[in-house]
């Protein structure tokens, strides 16, 4: 996994075994779905990434974040923190799913019930102590909605919401072109910790290339 890292543990329980929440995933299609705009907006002529490797990709980006916070600063999520950070992010595009069940206010009306459903599937709440407000909450959506979901959560959902949508908006720069590329550039010329030299997306062509070592 990652060298010297306080989430070691955890992250090799989400991703080894037959009931992990990785081997859960590809049961459940997610090697198929569309996670990018191309096939979500049904342009299926232009090629798109699959919602499990946009997943693990984001897994493996917030961990290598957070391990070097860890590593560098008094900033570190506990191991409970930490479970239910990977547990938000990856349901966080559930509103993806053209099936799911949604209210009738549009693409991100995603009902609790939807995502208690898929996390079932997935083994989420045997993984992490996670609550269905705060899943739906990782996911950008109707503000009215929103304040009731944090009304129904812990304190510190606002903690863990933060490092999630930090997570998934760094995932969408790496794929809006021009954005994207400049915001590589930037990092390679201040040496940030999670550029290009430190970590490597996965594409179609290197599903079995994770991440590149530090």
């Known amino acids: 996994m990652l060298d010297n890292s306080p989430y070691n543990t955890v992250l090799q329980e989400y991703f ?15 090697l198929t779905r569309p996670a990018k705009t191309a096939g979500f907006a049904g342009k299926d002529h232009l090629t798109d990434q699959s919602m499990y490797v946009h997943i693990v990709n984001g897994v493996f980006a917030v ?4 391990n070097y916070l860890a590593n560098t600063s008094s900033y570190q999520l506990t191991e409970a923190e930490y479970r239910t950070v990977l547990a938000i992010y990856t349901i966080h595009d559930l509103h993806k799913n053209p099936n799911v069940e949604r209210g009738d206010r549009g693409e ?7 995502f208690r459903e898929e996390a079932e599937a997935l083994g989420l709440f045997d993984f992490a102590e ?32 933060s490092v999630v949508r930090l997570n998934a908006s760094r995932q969408a720069l790496r794929n809006n072109g021009t954005m994207g590329k400049s915001m590589w550039k ?7 910790y999670d550029s ?3 970590f490597t997306p996965i594409r179609y062509s290197n599903l079995c290339r994770v991440a590149s070592p530090l």
């Open 16 to 30: 080894d075994g037959e009931q992990s929440i990785a081997a859960r995933m590809l049961n459940l299609g997610y």
């Open 63 to 66: 961990t290598r974040l957070l």
């Open 108 to 114: 991100f009306d995603v009902t609790l019930n939807a």
């Open 130 to 161: 996670v609550s269905v407000e705060q899943m739906r909450l990782g996911m950008m959506h109707l503000n009215k909605k929103m304040v009731g979901d944090y009304s129904n959560t812990l304190p510190n959902t606002s903690k863990l919401i």
């Open 186 to 192: 930037i990092e390679e010329k201040e040496g940030t």
């Open 196 to 198: 290009p030299n430190h």
